[in-house]
């Protein structure tokens, strides 16, 4: 596994020396994937002005902002997708890491493998780091989680996409994590910021 920028912040048991299936996190020396469908979806782009992102997202999805935010969801699936914006210091490695801490201490998920870490810039010198990783909860359904953890100038970004296993989902999140970019602000538009 290549060395990212998260390796410092993992807990040993998520760094690849020493992991087996038998603990309660694994590091798989592959990654399975169907690619999803063959009829992918129309995809749309939500364009936040007030905070400087887009992202690609299935045309036929919701779409709720607020302040904080945005949430995307699909009516059929239950698959979604969600930003939130931290205007507090932000460390993406640092954010990643507590993520898969807090997720495996959780009482409701009762095994989860990390897929794969590594770091994405989602713009000219700026910092992201990917998670993507599965886990079983309390109903015994798989689910996987892709996660993006990028900073700009003075703003920390979180965009979470998650889907059951039964969707074939990977290709289409993977498009909307890919998707995911800094746009200059225009300030004429929004003067308060």
Not at 22 to 30: A, C, G, L, N, V
Not at 128 to 138: A, F, I, M, S
Not at 144 to 164: E, I, K, P
Request: charge should be negative; proline fraction near 5%.
């Amino acid at each position: 596994m290549k060395a990212t920028a998260l390796e410092p912040f993992l807990p040993a048991a998520l760094t690849p020396a020493g992991t087996t299936a038998d603990e309660r996190f694994r590091t798989p020396t592959t990654v399975e994937t169907d690619g999803g469908s063959s009829d992918e979806p129309e995809f749309a782009v939500y364009t936040d002005d007030r905070y400087g992102y887009r992202l690609a997202y299935p045309a036929d999805w919701s779409v709720e902002s607020d302040l904080s935010g945005v949430v995307l969801e699909s009516r059929r699936s239950g698959a979604g997708a969600a930003v939130f914006v931290e205007t507090t210091r932000f460390d993406p490695a640092a954010c990643a890491a507590t993520f898969l801490t807090e997720l495996a201490d959780d009482d409701h998920v009762h095994s989860l493998e990390l897929r794969s870490h590594r770091e994405r810039k989602p713009g000219d010198d700026h910092q992201g780091v990917v998670v993507d990783c599965t886990y079983v909860g309390d109903s015994g359904e798989r689910w996987w989680l892709s996660y993006l953890f990028a900073r700009d100038d003075r703003t920390g970004y979180t965009l979470g996409v998650d889907w059951n296993d039964t969707t074939g989902f990977e290709a289409t999140a993977e498009r909307i994590v890919a998707s995911f970019a800094f746009e200059p602000l225009d300030r004429s538009r929004n003067p308060t910021r």
